[in-house]
């Protein structure tokens, strides 16, 4: 047998398995992806705590981070049912 039968061969196998994986992970996908989102929702709370007037034991720490999640907070305030923003020197609406 030749090389390119075998390099063929391989290349429909790797398809097969890719088409497998997804037919197994498609409904998971969504349930995943959700968790996922809430766990930083919950994150993001805790880093904007301090700001929204809510204790945080750990805010020098957080304070850090927080250019970094200014750029989704707009979308986190709005999922979290807040019309306007709830920081007063910071405005996204």
Sequence with gaps: MSQ????KWRKHLKQIKN???EMYFVPYRRT????????EDVFKLLAFSEMLGIPNPVSYYTL???PFMLEDFHEW??????EKSPLDGFRCC
């Design 64 to 66: 850090e981070l927080i």
């Design 77 to 82: 305030h709005r999922r979290m049912g807040m």
């Design 4 to 7: 390119a039968f075998f390099s």
């Design 32 to 39: 995943m992806k959700r968790e996922i989102r809430d766990e």
């Design 19 to 21: 088409f497998y994986e």
